[in-house]
């Protein structure tokens, strides 16, 4: 039951790299609680509640389906978001802010893929959430760009160029967007992007 959405929805601006250590903390302890469940010590113990014919074995068994249904989302998300790492440790580490640009189409063209061929990462709450955290990232480069302590005390063509670069990157990423919300509705006609931009 834990949210992917928490620290947002806690008020922080965190990047992409929490959703994905989200997921692989997810899917590791899942992992390990399936095995648990279908070791033998927990098969002796089904055994003796179906020979005493206890209520709590339905229960039990819906508790052992969720969790193994929970264990195969998790896995499948952390191998769906797994090829994003790179491109989104470019963003966040990248040290050229105009250079981030290169990378917004391959992470849109990446995201497009995992909303195609995901079972589990293609709903509307996971893009939103995924595409906030880009854009936090985006949001801190840029912050780090302008530098907000020292833009008065620029020379204000300098100034104005630094704003400039980072509008224009940002603006970038927009466009990369909204060109593949194109795509997915040529490409996913059944599925398209429907959520607020």
Not at 11 to 38: A, T
Request: hydrophobic residues 35%; negative net charge.
């Amino acid at each position: 039951k834990a949210d992917p959405e928490q620290q947002l929805k806690a008020g922080k601006h965190v990047g992409p790299e929490v959703e994905v250590n989200f997921w692989k903390f997810k899917s590791s302890n899942l992992s390990s609680i399936h095995d648990q469940l279908i070791g033998e010590n927990i098969n002796s113990v089904i055994r003796v509640l179906e020979e005493t014919k206890s209520a709590h074995v339905p229960s039990f068994r819906r508790l052992c389906d969720d969790v193994t249904a929970a264990m195969h989302e998790a896995n499948s998300n952390v191998k769906f978001l797994e090829p994003l790492v790179p491109l989104l440790d470019k963003l966040r580490d990248g040290g050229d802010f105009e250079e981030l640009a290169d990378g917004f189409m391959p992470i849109m063209h990446t995201i497009m893929l995992i909303w195609k061929h995901s079972t589990h990462y293609n709903s509307p709450s996971r893009l939103v959430t995924l595409m906030r955290e880009i854009c936090n990232d985006l949001i801190e480069k840029a912050r780090e760009n302008v530098e907000p302590g020292s833009i008065l005390e620029d020379d204000p063509q300098e100034a104005v160029d630094k704003l400039r670069t980072t509008l224009r990157v940002c603006g970038m990423l927009k466009t990369a967007y909204f060109n593949y919300k194109t795509r997915v509705s040529v490409e996913c006609p059944e599925k398209p992007w429907r959520f607020q931009n």
